[in-house]
C-alpha cells in the first residue's frame, strides 16, 4: 500500500506539463483549419460590403456631377452628354422631368453600354459559383438584397430611390441583386432647381469578380491548410498509436504471467499525456512486481513460521501413545497444547497482517485523542496485569494530540508497542511512554531499557517475521508480525514508525510513531 502511495504521488512519474500536451495538439490540428475557415468567410464578406461600400460613394459622385453638367444643358447637349457618360462608365443613364415623366434614356439614344447576363445561358461553373455566392452568404447571415426588375412604368415614382430623391431634393443610393448574383448599384440625383432627376444604372459585375477570385485565392490555401491537417494528424495518429500498442503488448505479456520478462516503456522524453500513461503504466507494473513479490515471501514466511510448531505438535501427538511415564506424557500434552496456542496466535496474526492494507484503504476516519486513547490504554494493561509489573510513565506536552485515523486499528499500534516494550524491559525498569504536537505532527515515543536495536537492525525489526525475543522469554509467545502491523497501519494514516536508540544514552530502544495532527 505504502509503495502503490509513493509511486501514485510521484511528481516526476505522473505529471504531464509540457507545452505540447497532446489534447492542445489534437485542438490545434482541428481547430486550425475551422478556424481559417471561418476567418476566411467573415474576411470575404467584409471584402465585399468593402467594396460595395465604395463603388456606392462613386455611385453617388458620378450622379451628382453628372446632374451638374446636365443642368442649364441644352436638350441636344443633355442628350449626348448621357450617351458619352454611360459608355464611358457603362452606365445606364436616364432623365426625368418635373412631373416624373422619361425624358431621355441613354440605351434609347445609342446601343447600350452594358447587358445584364442570361442565365439560362450559364455553363455548370458560373451555376456553382452563384450557389457557392448564396452558400457564404447563409454562413455570414448576409443581410438580404431586392431583386432588380425593371418597372413597367418609365415614370420618376416606380423608383423608390427617385421617389425620395424628388422629395427630398437629395442624391439617393440602393443596391439591388440581378438574377445571377451580381450587384446593380442606382444612384439619384435632382437635376438643376425645376424638379428634374437623373437616374444612373451600373450592373458593378467586377465585385462579383472580385469576391470570387479572392475566394477561390482562399479555397486553394483552404486546401493547402487542409492537407497540412491531413499529414498533421496522420502523424499525431501515429504518435498516439504506436506507443498505445507498445503499451498494449507490455499489459498482454505481463497479464500471461511473463512480467518479469516486460521492461514497461516510460517514454521519459514525452510530456504529454501518452508519457503520463506509459509511466503510471510502468510504475503500476512495478508495484505489481512488488506486490507479488511480497505476497509469494509473505507465503513462504507463513509456510516455515506454521511448520515449526506443526512439526513439534505432530511430534508429540506421534510419541504420546509410546510413552508410558505418567510425568513425560504430562509434559508431551503441554507441548502440544503449547504448539496449538502458537498456531492459533500465527493464524490470528496472519490473517489480520494480510487484511490491514484493504482495510484501512476501505476506512472512514474520525478524529481521535492519541493522549485519551494512550491513557485508557495503559489503565487497562495494568488492570490485567499485561505489562508483568512493569510501571509505564506518560507525559504529554504541546497542543491537544488530535489525530485522524481508525480507533481500533490506533489502539492496536499502542498494544503492540507497549508489547514490545513490555518484552525488552528489566522486571524493576519503567517504560517511558512520550506524546509531542507541534502543530503539524503527533509524535508518540515508547522506550524501554532492554538491549537496544543495533543502527543495522532498525529496519529489519518492521519486517515480517523478524522476531529476536529475549533469552527468558518462552519460545513461541510472539509471532514477528507486531511491529510490521504497526508499521503498515501507521502508513495507511499517511504517518511513520521508526526505530531509535535512547536520546540520553542509556541502553534501550525508542519507537516513534508520527502521524499528521487533525485540523
Known amino acids: ?151 413597367e412604368a418609365q415614370e420618376a415614382d416606380a423608383w423608390p430611390e427617385l421617389a425620395r430623391a424628388r422629395e427630398l431634393g437629395l442624391s439617393q443610393v440602393r443596391l439591388y441583386d440581378w438574377l445571377d448574383g451580381t450587384p446593380v448599384i442606382t444612384a439619384a440625383a435632382p437635376v438643376g432647381l425645376n424638379g428634374a432627376t437623373l437616374l444612373t444604372v451600373r450592373n458593378a459585375v467586377d465585385i462579383t469578380e472580385s469576391v470570387r477570385s479572392a475566394r477561390t485565392t482562399l479555397g486553394f490555401a483552404m486546401l493547402m491548410v ?151 490504554i495503559i489503565g487497562g494493561r495494568e488492570h490485567r496485569a499485561e505489562n508483568e509489573g512493569r510501571a509505564i510513565a506518560l507525559a504529554a506536552r504541546g497542543f491537544a494530540a488530535r489525530v485522524r485515523g481508525v480507533g481500533a486499528r490506533l489502539e492496536r499500534v499502542v498494544e503492540n508497542l507497549l508489547d514490545n516494550a513490555v518484552s525488552f524491559s528489566p522486571p524493576d525498569a519503567p517504560i517511558e511512554v512520550a506524546i509531542d504536537n507541534d502543530g503539524a505532527w503527533v509524535t508518540l515515543t515508547v522506550c524501554d531499557h532492554g538491549p537496544g536495536i543495533p543502527e543495522e537492525s532498525r529496519e529489519k525489526v518492521f519486517q515480517r517475521f523478524h522476531s529476536v525475543r529475549p533469552d527468558e522469554e518462552d519460545f513461541g509467545n510472539h509471532s514477528g508480525l507486531g511491529l510490521a502491523i504497526a508499521r503498515a497501519i501507521a502508513e495507511a494514516l499517511d504517518g511513520t514508525l521508526t526505530a531509535h536508540a535512547r536520546a540520553d544514552g542509556e541502553s534501550g530502544a525508542c519507537l516513534k510513531l508520527r502521524l499528521p495532527a487533525a485540523a
Open 1 to 151: 500500500m505504502a509503495d502503490l502511495r509513493r509511486a501514485a504521488s510521484s511528481g516526476e512519474q505522473l505529471t504531464a506539463t509540457g507545452r505540447f500536451a497532446l489534447t492542445a495538439r489534437i485542438l490545434v490540428v482541428n481547430i486550425l483549419p475551422l478556424a481559417i475557415m471561418g476567418g476566411g468567410l467573415l474576411y470575404l464578406d467584409s471584402y465585399r460590403t468593402q467594396l460595395i461600400n465604395e463603388r456606392f460613394k462613386l455611385a453617388r459622385i458620378e450622379a451628382q456631377i453628372t446632374a451638374e453638367a446636365l443642368a442649364g444643358a441644352t436638350r441636344e447637349r443633355q442628350e449626348a452628354l448621357l450617351v458619352q457618360i454611360g459608355k464611358e462608365q457603362r452606365m445606364r443613364l436616364r432623365m426625368f422631368d418635373a412631373d416624373g415623366r422619361l425624358t431621355a434614356d441613354s440605351f434609347a439614344l445609342a446601343d447600350p453600354a452594358f447587358r445584364f447576363n442570361d442565365i439560362s445561358d450559364d455553363d455548370w461553373e458560373q451555376r456553382f459559383a452563384r450557389w457557392l455566392d448564396r452558400t457564404v452568404d447563409a454562413i455570414v447571415s448576409a443581410e438580404a438584397v431586392q431583386d432588380y426588375v425593371e418597372p
Open 226 to 376: 487542409l492537407a497540412a491537417s491531413a499529414l498533421l494528424s496522420l502523424f499525431l495518429a501515429r504518435t498516439i498509436v504506436t506507443p498505445l500498442r507498445q503499451l498494449a503488448r507490455a499489459a498482454v505479456r505481463v497479464r500471461q504471467g511473463r512480467e518479469r520478462e516486460v521492461e514497461v516503456p516510460r517514454l521519459p522524453q514525452r510530456s504529454d499525456e501518452i508519457g503520463l500513461l506509459a509511466r503510471a503504466v510502468s510504475d503500476m507494473t512495478g508495484a505489481l512486481r512488488q506486490r507479488i513479490d511480497a505476497v509469494d515471501s509473505f507465503a513462504a514466511d507463513v509456510a516455515h513460521e506454521i511448520k515449526n510448531p506443526l512439526a513439534s505438535l505432530r511430534s508429540a501427538i506421534e510419541s504420546l501413545p509410546r510413552v508410558q511415564d505418567p510425568a513425560l506424557k504430562e509434559e508431551l500434552i503441554q507441548i502440544a497444547t503449547h504448539d496449538v496456542r502458537r498456531i492459533d496466535r500465527l493464524v490470528s496474526e496472519i490473517s489480520d497482517a494480510s487484511r490491514i492494507d484493504a482495510e484501512m484503504s476501505r476506512a472512514t476516519l474520525e478524529t481521535i485523542d492519541l493522549g485519551d486513547l494512550v491513557r485508557a
